[in-house]
Nanobody, 125 residues
Framework: QLVESGGGSVESGGSLRLACAAS????????GGWFRQVPGKEREGISC????????YYADSVKGRFTISRDTAKNTVYLQMDNLKPEDTAVYYC????????????????????WGQGTQVTVSS
């Protein structure tokens, strides 16, 4: 189970932080990540992280502005979003994959078997 928190509305240039708490996985480590979707477009993988070694992947659209991190004690993955732009407006989904051979880039590019409920992020100009 993945439970998201955070999100909301902010002005352009502002910051928000999303959190995704995971539970019920059979393995201690997994690939966690964040996707976003706007109406009429495909879901986009924007950042993923290995909760085992901390390796990360960022889509070009968020590189340098967003930071993904994990707290293994809390089984939680975070997405710090800085310098937000109106084009970042979307529903953001937490994702996770505990399969052995999943990579951070692979999950961000191909998707995940587990999803959070989604949280709206709105950036006004």
């Amino acid at each position: 189970q993945l439970v998201e928190s955070g999100g909301g509305s902010v002005e352009s240039g502002g910051s928000l932080r999303l959190a995704c708490a995971a539970s019920g996985f059979s393995r201690p480590y997994y690939i966690g990540g964040w996707f976003r979707q706007v109406p009429g477009k495909e879901r986009e993988g924007i950042s993923c992280i290995s909760t085992s070694d901390g390796s990360t992947y960022y889509a070009d659209s968020v590189k340098g502005r967003f930071t993904i991190s994990r707290d293994t004690a809390k089984n939680t993955v975070y997405l710090q979003m800085d310098n937000l732009k109106p084009e970042d407006t979307a529903v953001y989904y937490c994702a996770a994959d505990e399969r052995l051979f999943t990579t951070v880039q692979g999950m961000c590019e191909l998707g995940s078997p587990y999803w959070g409920q989604g949280t709206q992020v709105t950036v006004s100009s």
